[in-house]
């Protein structure tokens, strides 16, 4: 329960600093976000500019994200789409809500930090398991059948909102998105670094018990090794697991309800041979 409380908060905390970075350095500057906040920041603009119609970036980006919904409760999991619906409401009441106030006038500040807050929020959303919505969850669809770091397949998909940007503001305002498209994905990998491969080694005195509690939750191969304490002459388990770095915080849970006392080494895999199964 604990834990669901605290991955709440973070997809709530998420969805309000992707709020802050639009109206306070995007919509401003005519800079556009990445992914479907972008495309829905792109279609309120020109719905105002070319009509007398007004509708909210927070209404229509909601309103985009109803389809891909379906996208990840079918391919990614449930628990997965409802927080992900939680981040789309909370984007749409923080856009709602929050004023559209320039924090400053200088475009190249605005596309950098615009691009750096939004994407902590994407980042830390993304780090426990849950997504903004919209591009978010196309993403991670694809980096989950391609085991490839998630902010290239943002780079690559957000290329039509650049060209977009090129076309209905202007090429100088196109490429300022470029620069808050490159920022975010990179802060993105830095934090959502879900193909980074790490070994951990955990000594325990429920091997047994432990191996079973892992394999419940995560579909991993581990190995295990027959040990004995220095000191005490105790005989141990090791148990030895090569995963992603997104899988580390559900395999702490695991070790810290099975086995509080267990000790655990966490190491950098330089690289790996062999088969190794793409998360799900």
Not at 15 to 43: K, R
Request: hydrophobic letters at 50%.
């Amino acid at each position: 329960m604990y834990n669901e409380v605290k991955i709440t908060c973070i997809v709530i905390i998420g969805a309000i600093l992707n709020g802050i970075a639009m109206n306070f350095f995007l919509i401003p500057a005519h800079v556009l976000s990445s992914g479907f906040m972008g495309v829905a920041q792109l279609v309120s603009t020109v719905i105002h500019e070319y009509t007398s119609i007004s509708i909210g970036t927070g209404i229509l980006l909601f309103l985009f994200n109803i389809p891909v919904a379906y996208i990840a409760w079918t391919r990614v999991g449930r628990r997965f789409t409802l927080y992900s619906i939680l981040s789309v409401v909370v984007s749409m009441i923080v856009l709602t809500l929050l004023p559209i106030h320039a924090l400053t006038d200088n475009i190249i500040l605005n596309a950098v930090f615009g691009g750096v807050v939004s994407a902590l929020g994407v980042g830390i959303t993304l780090r426990y398991g849950a997504s903004t919505g919209g591009m978010d969850i196309i993403a991670m669809v694809l980096s989950r059948m391609k085991d490839k770091p998630i902010g290239g397949y943002f780079l690559v998909l957000n290329g039509l909102i650049v060209i977009a940007a090129g076309f209905f503001f202007g090429w100088e305002k196109a490429l300022f998105t470029l620069v808050t498209l490159y920022v975010s994905s990179r802060v993105i990998d830095s934090i959502h670094t879900r193909h980074a491969k790490v070994t951990a080694m955990i000594i325990t005195d429920k091997g047994t018990e432990l191996s079973k509690a892992i394999h419940n939750h995560m579909v991993r191969g581990i190995t295990r090794i027959a040990a004995k304490g220095a000191f005490t002459e105790k005989d141990k388990d090791l148990l030895m697991i090569v995963i992603t770095r997104y899988e580390l915080y559900s395999l702490e849970q695991i070790i810290k309800t099975t086995d509080p006392h267990a000790f655990t080494n966490i190491v950098e895999t330089a690289g790996i041979f062999g088969f190794f199964r793409p998360s799900d």
